[in-house]
């Protein structure tokens, strides 16, 4: 209590509330002076600027608002003059740079804050509203929060439920992490729902299958699949929106550990749909898991070579994955020279450091293809890339052996085993890089 004081530590007095608790002690207000100390923390974060501290500690200590009333009307405001703060920065930057940026993510975070302390009214009021609103639609890149929370700030306005659900379905989750990803998820589904209620006719298939994908993405997979059946079951549908819902559905039966059940589901999207290259990526690795390599293969180099041209449209993780498919189907059926397009047209698009692996790998095709002086410019020039990324920098030498080696193409693909050996060992699990 003496440290809950105006004049006191709030750190210090979670230290004692937790020694309390492991002492046996049970008394109901030690729930409430927690969240109290747990408010104050939050704060201090908020006026030394620390949002993403005060976010995290929301989060992870509190499951209600502030006891105090007085200290929650404290948090609120401070919390509101930051975000204003926030788009007043924002609106000088340009928005390649502002979407994704710490300031956008610190704003995502407040706007979160804001709505735990006020449920169903919009995070700001007059101009910084509409500043909010027009900085939340018309920045895609890496930004799908923000559309999310201004429609819950006005779940009545159904017009801007309808909005918001169409930017869900556009904007760039790939910032977002995993557990990010099923609480995002969550929040569109809510406005998806509310943007149901309001919408015409012709909208109503784009909204369900919307719904079927965000409760992919929440990992509700069952939900999922009664989600696309629903669709499925309805009359006059259009052939792209059917071959979404046996998309969605072979997806969501994937997930769950079907991958040969999910294949008929995907094989009748493509069917219905030959264009919608995501379903390609799918079988892809539903083939792979089902040990057929070789259909895992012509998927992945389907795949990529469709999105070729158009890579930046795509979510930046999804095209390295496909790679990755393609060089391990590829290997596994002993046509390394099959990945060869793929990884061209990668280390085109991904040339930091991060992605020097690759270039060794395409290096290894084209001396499978028998260019063997294509694969040593390919290794000439990853060579200052791999001794710069930390995980592969000790196979440096042996890059720079080989780019100045001589022989044939058939000598450098001996020469080069070791090294994509190596890399594939060191691939985490379920990763793309090194």
């Avoid at 200590?61 to 930051?82: H, W």
Wanted: glycine share 8%; aromatic share 6%; with cysteine.
């Amino acid at each position: 209590l003496d440290a809950l004081s105006p004049a006191g530590a709030p750190d210090r007095a979670l230290e004692a509330l937790a020694a309390a608790g492991r002492a046996g002690v049970a008394r109901p207000e030690l729930a409430r002076w927690r969240d109290q100390a747990t408010w104050r923390l939050v704060l201090d974060a908020l006026q030394r600027g620390q949002v993403p501290r005060a976010s995290g500690l929301v989060r992870g200590d509190v499951a209600v608002g502030p006891p105090d009333e007085a200290l929650g009307a404290q948090v609120l405001e401070l919390a509101r003059r930051t975000a204003r703060g926030l788009l007043s920065a924002l609106e000088q930057v340009p928005a390649h740079e502002a979407a994704g940026s710490r300031p956008a993510d610190a704003l995502g975070l407040l706007c979160d804050l804001i709505l735990l302390l006020a449920p169903g009214r919009p995070p700001l009021e007059g101009h910084d509203r509409a500043l909010l609103e027009r900085f939340a639609f018309d920045h895609l890149a890496k930004i799908a929060d923000l559309a999310a929370y201004v429609a819950e700030g006005a779940p009545d306005d159904l017009e801007l439920q309808r909005r918001a659900a169409r930017h869900g379905a556009q904007a760039n989750w790939v910032a977002v992490d995993e557990g990010g990803k099923r609480e995002l998820s969550l929040r569109y589904l809510a406005v998806v729902e509310r943007a149901r209620a309001g919408a015409p006719d012709p909208e109503r298939v784009g909204l369900a299958l919307q719904r079927a994908e965000l409760l992919v993405r929440a990992g509700r997979f069952v939900d999922a699949i009664a989600q696309a059946e629903d669709v499925l079951g309805l009359r006059d549908l259009a052939p792209t929106d059917r071959a979404l819902a046996f998309h969605w559905r072979g997806v969501a039966v994937f997930m769950r550990g079907g991958s040969k059940a999910s294949l008929a589901d995907l094989d009748r999207s493509i069917e219905l749909d030959p264009a919608n290259f995501m379903s390609y990526y799918r079988r892809c690795r539903a083939r792979w898991n089902a040990g057929d390599a070789r259909g895992a293969l012509d998927d992945a180099d389907t795949f990529c070579r469709g999105v070729d041209g158009r890579i930046a449209g795509w979510p930046r993780n999804v095209y390295p994955y496909a790679t990755m498919m393609a060089w391990r189907c590829a290997v596994r059926v002993k046509r390394a020279a099959s990945a060869r397009p793929a990884l061209e047209r990668h280390v085109e698009y991904f040339g930091n450091a991060s992605h020097a692996g690759w270039r060794l790998r395409l290096a290894h095709c084209q001396a499978a293809d028998g260019d063997e002086r294509a694969a040593r410019a390919t290794l000439r020039g990853a060579l200052d890339l791999v001794r710069r990324n930390g995980r592969i920098a000790d196979l440096a030498p042996q890059v720079e052996r080989a780019a100045a080696g001589r022989g044939d193409a058939k000598a450098l693909v001996r020469a080069l085993q070791p090294v994509v050996d190596a890399l594939d060992e060191r691939r985490s699990f379920n990763a793309f890089l090194p």
